[in-house]
């Protein structure tokens, strides 16, 4: 299964940019729709972006046109790129893999003036 390590979180303003990574070992990253979490205290986890072996991708309603993933299979690396932040994207990000019931530690991305 793929081992995933997120990292990149901190503390911005509202309108602030943070690009997350998540460094993934395992042998079914390039054929393994990968995606990005996020979870805030007293919610439920949710799904924010994915992205399929063919590069299609798809958005939370929220995040679209603000965040983009980028997956580089060469070094089964997933990205989150995050623009013009608001508050309510404050969470702990997680990186996930639909070929693999494991979870990273996540990385805290807090968005506050």
């Known amino acids: 299964q793929v081992r995933l390590v997120e990292s990149g979180g901190g503390l911005v303003q509202p309108g602030g940019t943070l690009r997350l990574s998540c460094a993934a070992s395992g042998s079914i990253f390039n054929v393994t729709t990968m995606a990005w979490y996020r979870q805030a205290p007293g919610k439920q986890r949710e799904l924010v972006a994915a992205?399929?072996?063919?590069?299609?991708?798809n958005y939370l309603d929220s995040v679209k046109g603000r965040f983009t993933i980028i997956r580089d299979n060469a070094k089964s690396t997933l990205v989150l790129e995050m623009v013009n932040l608001e508050p309510e994207d404050t969470a702990v990000y997680y990186c996930?893999?639909?070929?693999?019931?494991?979870w990273g530690q996540g990385t805290q991305v807090t968005v506050s003036s």
């Open positions: 992205i399929t072996p063919a590069y299609d991708t």
């Open positions: 996930k893999s639909f070929g693999s019931p494991k």
